[in-house]
């Protein structure tokens, strides 16, 4: 157990230090599934859940529509308007863990402008490539017409991308969430003061997810609530994993760390449906959230 540990963490480290210096010439390649589109599957019908209760059938997008709410994202802006409307709490942070291009939380961006310049609400997406360029990365990756939200959410001041990753503390090399503050004076700590926290392939696919589980999940505030959206019904593991001895001893480890931050982050798995038009069916994805009044409803 010790030994496999030992050569996760050499491994994640190596890789972390790849992903920091990629680039702009690396970077199309680099976040090649990482265009936060969370309103679409990762990969055709095997990962990511368009939608909280499973992979349905994708709903199109028209050009004309390009900047409206789809699947998932619509449970997200549901979730967060509850947030907004409900929670004295000022500024709420929404928070998407590992975003990418972040094109999703744009959308959400665009449709909470309102609230996030009187100050009410900050939308924040992470990465850990030094200098990433959302918009030079949506180039690369993503046609016109999407390139255009990101640009607009960006040059509005809408969205804020920091560069940071879980370790306990700063280093040379990156900057710790658990130790980040927002704003120009920096006196907004993510740490127990995030509301809501959205995950895709950002955990799953590390070396060493069950270290960086309770740290992540540190981060959420009294009427917090998690989303991972990484996994669809149909299949619990990333593509090309490891032997299956190791990918079984990291799924236990993971279910012990799950267990361990509901039980001593004062935090409830969420199964079903609670608000919306598909009430009461089953999530597919891991919704947590804390055991507060001022929690939002997962809806879908």
Avoid at 227 to 235: A, E, H, P, R, T
């Amino acid at each position: 157990m010790e030994t496999n540990f030992k050569r996760r963490l050499a491994t994640q480290k190596r890789e972390d230090k790849e992903y920091r210096t990629f680039g702009e010439e690396k970077s199309g390649d680099a976040w090649k599934f990482a265009s936060g589109d969370y309103s679409q599957g990762i990969f055709p019908q095997e990962f990511g859940t368009p939608h909280l209760t499973g992979l349905e059938k994708r709903t199109p997008r028209r050009l004309e529509q390009v900047e409206n709410l789809i699947g998932i994202e619509q449970s997200l802006g549901k979730m967060m308007e509850q947030l907004i409307n409900e929670s004295e709490k000022r500024p709420l942070i929404f928070f998407d863990f590992g975003g990418g291009i972040g094109l999703s939380w744009c959308r959400l961006a665009l449709q909470f402008q309102d609230s996030i310049k009187k100050g009410d609400v900050k939308f924040i997406v992470s990465n850990i490539e030094q200098g990433f360029s959302p918009v030079k990365a949506a180039e690369l990756r993503l046609p016109e017409s999407e390139q255009k939200i990101v640009a607009q959410a960006v040059d509005a001041g809408l969205v804020t991308y920091i560069e940071a990753e879980l370790l306990g503390n700063d280093t040379k090399e990156a900057n710790s969430l658990r130790q980040y503050k927002l704003g120009p004076d920096s006196s907004t700590p993510l740490i127990a003061n995030t509301d809501l926290i959205h995950a895709r392939m950002s955990l799953i696919h590390t070396e060493i997810p069950e270290f960086h589980y309770l740290r992540l999940l540190e981060l959420l505030s009294d009427c917090g609530i998690f989303i991972d959206s990484s996994l669809s019904k149909n299949s619990p593991a990333p593509p090309n994993p490891e032997n299956k001895t190791m990918q079984r001893h990291k799924n236990q480890l993971m279910a012990a760390a799950q267990q361990y931050v509901m039980e001593n982050l004062d935090l409830t798995q969420v199964s079903a449906v609670e608000a919306g038009p598909r009430k009461d069916q089953k999530i597919a994805a891991n919704v947590l959230k804390k055991n507060s009044t001022e929690a939002p409803d997962v809806w879908a």
